[in-house]
């Protein structure tokens, strides 16, 4: 809850990644709030003061998550709403902005997007929601302590290169210091 909370002020990439995994631990633990407080709230909290804000936070996400149908696949509606937004930013700055470093950056990454694209189930979504399911599955691959290729790990770094100027290009967006008519 309150990662989440900093992660969204300050940089939405890691937001979502960390929310995808929050949805993941939901379902890891079969929705029971009192599990996840258990087995993965307390261990990682050094001041338990914040047990019932976390409770209601899970609480209230296992709640969205079964009222929008999410219970086995899928992410929740406002991590949706974010990533449509980012998306659009994604097109208006390499169609209208023409901005020649951001394009530069998303050529580098392309290849390695399609290639993921290709060897996933994900050919409905488009090049950024990919790098994002692209970084979250390198996250698994190191919780799993599973070895990543140094050709994937400079795959996954375009990929990474990109969502962080995305998301510094976001920030800027929503604090209203991104000028697109003056790029």
């Known amino acids: 809850m309150l990662i989440a909370q900093q992660k969204l002020k300050e940089n939405i990439a890691e937001y979502i990644l960390y929310m995808y995994q929050i949805e993941d631990v939901i379902r890891a633990y079969s929705f029971d709030v009192e599990e996840i407080i258990e087995n993965y709230v307390k261990p990682q909290l050094p ?24 219970e086995k696949v899928g992410h929740l509606h406002e991590i949706n709403e974010v990533m449509v937004e980012i998306s659009y930013l994604h097109n208006t700055m390499l169609n209208l902005v ?16 399609d290639h993921f694209k290709e060897k996933s189930n994900l050919k409905d979504k488009n090049h950024i929601e990919i790098a994002f399911h692209a970084l979250y599955m390198k996250l698994l ?11 994937s790990e400079e795959a996954f770094d375009t990929m990474r290169v990109l969502l962080a ?18 790029n």
């Open 47 to 70: 001041d338990t003061s914040f047990l019932s804000s976390y409770r209601k936070w899970y609480t209230d996400l296992i709640y969205n998550m079964k009222s929008q149908k999410i």
């Open 165 to 182: 100027y995305l998301a510094r290009a976001y920030h800027n967006m929503k604090n209203g210091n991104l000028d697109f008519i003056n």
């Open 141 to 151: 691959l190191r919780l799993q302590k599973k070895e990543i290729s140094p050709e």
């Open 98 to 113: 023409n901005d020649d470093k951001y394009k530069g950056v998303f050529e580098r990454a392309l290849p390695n997007i």
